[in-house]
């Protein structure tokens, strides 16, 4: 049973008992494995995923190196909104960095979410808003920000994950290479 699925969605709109129905009729389970992807640059994105347990990593690629900008974990939606609204390829990837069960909806079955739910569209709007705040954050972070800022941004936006990720991925999130961010590290540990 989804114990956080209808919680998560509740935080968008409110749930009857009768949309809550619904909406559990038309998530289903999947686990995916370390490594696995849940959406590959050049596939066309047809599914929304609530994560249940696990963690996620949103990057592209950029001639052969990987540049990771987001993660995702427990109580997350994640999605390549852009993918999904355009039905066009996906320029992004989503990779699943531990073992990570999620709870998906098919791109036919949100249709249906919206329509069949009391405030399905809104709820479909309100994630869309999240994702564009946080596009524009993260551009305007990446041109604006020094890297030292852009790893303590990244530690203001993910402290409670950030054992869980490799510090490579938190190198490439920052825009720097693992040993630059070694060297930011101890300049902050030295400060503080």
Known sequence: MPDALLPAISQYIPLSA???????????????AKGDYLL?????CRHLYFIES??????MNNDGSDIT?????????ACNYESLLKNSPSRKNIQAIEETSVWT???SDLSTFY??????????????EKELLNT?????EHYTHSPEQRYQDFLS????????????YIASYVGVQPPSLSRIRKRIANIS
């Open 54 to 59: 696990g963690l996620v990593r949103y990057f």
């Open 105 to 107: 909806i098919s791109q």
């Open 69 to 77: 900008h987001f993660f995702a974990a427990e109580n997350d939606f």
């Open 18 to 32: 009768k949309d809550a129905e619904v909406a559990l009729s038309l998530f289903k389970r999947k686990t995916f």
């Open 115 to 128: 329509k069949e739910i009391e405030h399905g569209e809104r709820f479909g709007r309100l994630l869309m």
């Open 157 to 168: 936006q993910f402290a409670p994950l950030q054992q869980r990720i490799p510090q490579y």
């Open 40 to 44: 590959k640059e050049g596939e066309i």
């Open 136 to 140: 524009i954050s993260r551009f305007l």
